[in-house]
Nanobody, 124 residues
């Protein structure tokens, strides 16, 4: 079965850092576009960062300069390095995979594999 498993969430004070990981199982990882999304209670899920199968990277404006998406194809693992975290970054973070290069980048309907989520809490 095709699966994604996130880890690395936790609680940090404002200004802190976390690195999220997402391991892919059961599919040819490097041929997929991979993305990070997040959701807070009562709000719609939003895109955070995407790395396309051709290596193109896109960030949401709210995280540019603070978050970095990367991947290790040998380990079938996607990462999200999050620095200078702020309380508004508090959310459940999900990784997702699409067999297409998605346009627009955060169009959720095009991502057909989703992880279970990992919670990030940033205190002020």
């Amino acid at each position: 079965a095709m699966q994604l498993a996130e880890s690395g969430g936790g609680s940090v004070p404002a200004g802190g850092s976390l690195r999220l990981s997402c391991v892919a199982y059961g599919f040819t990882y490097h041929t997929y576009s991979m993305g990070w999304f997040r959701q807070t209670p009562g709000k719609q899920r939003e895109g955070v960062a995407v790395i396309d199968s051709d290596g193109t990277i896109t960030y949401a404006d709210s995280v540019k300069g603070r978050f970095t998406i990367s991947q290790d194809n040998a380990k079938n693992t996607l990462y999200l390095q999050m620095n200078s975290l702020q309380p508004e970054d508090t959310a459940v973070y999900y990784c997702a995979a699409s067999e297409y290069i998605v346009t627009p980048k955060f169009r959720e309907e095009e991502y057909n594999i989703w992880g279970q989520g990992t919670r990030v809490t940033v205190s002020s």
